[in-house]
């Protein structure tokens, strides 16, 4: 049996600071680790709250402060440690230097890896400022096959039915508005659910850009079970997974097989 105890961290954001951000968070790491946590997710957006609006001030380099501050923390913890940024492609063309938003994964070995995420939120006019990702990822984490989404993601069930097979655990963190929590927290679960993994999803809370934002950050098993959830306060979710609760899930309910 392979085991993991994942860290969700619920957190406020200082708007559009992200020195104020990582001082924030640095502590609130070190105390996940201190719980016992291989793996710590951070929220979309942690470093500087969803301000894509105005890239010129949120846009960072690819290996940015913000991944750098991720990459410091798995190495100086020895822990995994992710969240989403702004970052600008190394290879963005010139006339299109649009930031991704860009999910950073941080192992303790100094690696990076990272998922753009495909789908920006148009109903908020996002693509018009940030350039969508192409490629769907999986990583291998301690055992665990982890496949990486960004909040708006949650709602194309045909990108996590792709990548059922290779994977153990979703994480998707995510800066969802309280006026449609109902649908985070619905979304969360069928993507377990239906896909018989554990999925994270670690959202913020306060308020940021006009926007309330209500947490209600979910751990979950692989037969939609709630693990750990939090609303409305800056918390630390913790859970223990393993990889034989999916296994078992698979083997005794044999429904992936029937996707046509």
Known sequence: MTSLRVAAVQHDIVWNDRQANFDRLAPIITGAVASGAGLVLLTETFSTGFCFDD?????????????RFLSEQAAEHGVW???????I????????QRPSNCFVLAGPDGSQHRYRK????SFAGEERFVRPGTELVTIVIEGFRVSMFVCYDLRFADEFWQLADDTDLYLVPANWPEQRRVHWQALLRARAIENQAYVVGVNRVGNGGGLDYSGDSQIIDPQGELLA????????LLADLSTDRVADTRAQFRFLPDRR
């Open 55 to 67: 890239p010129a001030l949120v846009a960072e380099p690819e290996g940015g402060a913000s991944s």
């Open 81 to 87: 440690v992710g969240g989403s940024c702004p970052e």
């Open 89 to 96: 492609r190394a290879d963005a063309a010139s006339d299109d």
């Open 118 to 121: 495909i789908h920006p939120f």
């Open 229 to 236: 959830t939090a609303s409305r306060t800056e918390t630390v």
